[in-house]
């Protein structure tokens, strides 16, 4: 019961950070499971992933009826997408974790800047 | 060419949000908004969109190995359904620029997360 009332609290805040900012709240999940329901992080990753499936699909269907989705733009990053969330998913055990996540602080690092300098 | 960096965005960003357990928004959206110049609405919007068929093969493929926790995952979207509608109703109720702000200070606090993870593992973290 107590497993139960800390999944659907950490679903709904997890849920509103992922729908508030379009990303789909694994940013939230991840730690939440690892931490607040002692998950494991491969399990975490897993588990966080298939309820993105739900923050988004809830989230779009309000961005989309106020015409915020360009599915021009959207048609062609899925086909990379798709291809690479496979490629992710079926290796994460054999990716180096250590130099995507170089990679991926640089990157947002520069976006960051971008965003808080030029708005 | 506009399609083929649109390809390597959704590449790299699929791979990432598959192997690091992260959406993959947090590159979908600054990527949409700096490089192709949406606005930061119409970017989160395409960004969820992009996330739903994504995340659906990530999920396939994590489950058929075994490491979903359906009773769990089913509990979380649960909760995840009503907070993504309320989410997504805030931001479109919000002015592009505060929400852009905002997502700048998210990009940050990500950034500082992933810090800790960008030094070789000295104990495995593998379950």
Redesign the interface.
């Given at each position: 019961m107590i497993?139960?009332s800390k999944?659907?609290?950490?679903?709904?805040?997890?849920?509103?950070?992922?729908?508030?900012?379009?990303?789909?709240?694994?940013?939230i999940?991840?730690?939440g499971?690892v931490l607040w329901?002692e998950?494991?992080?491969?399990?975490?990753?897993?588990?966080?992933?298939?309820?993105?499936?739900?923050?988004?699909?809830?989230?779009?269907?309000?961005?989309?009826t106020?015409g915020?989705?360009?599915?021009d733009?959207?048609g062609?990053?899925?086909?990379?997408?798709?291809?690479?969330?496979?490629?992710?998913?079926?290796?994460?055990?054999r990716?180096s974790?250590?130099w995507?996540?170089?990679?991926?602080?640089v990157?947002?690092?520069a976006?960051?800047l971008?965003?808080?300098v030029s708005? | 060419m506009t399609a083929l960096v649109l390809l390597l965005v959704g590449t790299s960003a699929g791979s990432l949000g598959a192997a690091l357990g992260i959406g993959g928004g947090i590159i979908y959206v600054p990527a949409l908004v700096t490089l192709f110049s949406l606005t930061q609405h119409e970017a989160q919007g395409t960004s969820l969109a992009i996330i739903v068929p994504t995340m659906i093969v990530a999920t396939i493929v994590h489950s058929r190995a075994g490491r979903t926790e359906w009773r769990v995952a089913a509990l979380l979207g649960l909760g995840a359904v009503v907070g993504g509608f309320l989410g997504a109703q805030a931001a479109l109720a919000m002015e592009a620029s505060t929400l852009r702000k905002m997502f700048g200070v998210l990009l940050v606090i990500t950034a500082l997360r992933m810090l800790r993870k960008t030094r070789r593992a000295t104990q495995p973290t593998n379950d």
């Amino acid at each position: 019961m107590i497993v139960a009332s800390k999944a659907i609290t950490l679903g709904l805040v997890a849920g509103f950070v992922g729908g508030l900012f379009g990303v789909g709240g694994g940013i939230i999940m991840v730690p939440g499971l690892v931490l607040w329901l002692e998950f494991g992080q491969h399990r975490a990753h897993a588990t966080s992933v298939a309820t993105i499936i739900a923050v988004a699909a809830a989230g779009v269907v309000s961005f989309a009826t106020d015409g915020e989705v360009r599915w021009d733009y959207a048609g062609w990053m899925l086909i990379g997408a798709i291809a690479g969330a496979y490629v992710g998913a079926r290796f994460v055990a054999r990716i180096s974790a250590v130099w995507l996540a170089r990679g991926f602080v640089v990157v947002t690092f520069a976006a960051a800047l971008r965003f808080l300098v030029s708005s | 060419m506009t399609a083929l960096v649109l390809l390597l965005v959704g590449t790299s960003a699929g791979s990432l949000g598959a192997a690091l357990g992260i959406g993959g928004g947090i590159i979908y959206v600054p990527a949409l908004v700096t490089l192709f110049s949406l606005t930061q609405h119409e970017a989160q919007g395409t960004s969820l969109a992009i996330i739903v068929p994504t995340m659906i093969v990530a999920t396939i493929v994590h489950s058929r190995a075994g490491r979903t926790e359906w009773r769990v995952a089913a509990l979380l979207g649960l909760g995840a359904v009503v907070g993504g509608f309320l989410g997504a109703q805030a931001a479109l109720a919000m002015e592009a620029s505060t929400l852009r702000k905002m997502f700048g200070v998210l990009l940050v606090i990500t950034a500082l997360r992933m810090l800790r993870k960008t030094r070789r593992a000295t104990q495995p973290t593998n379950d």
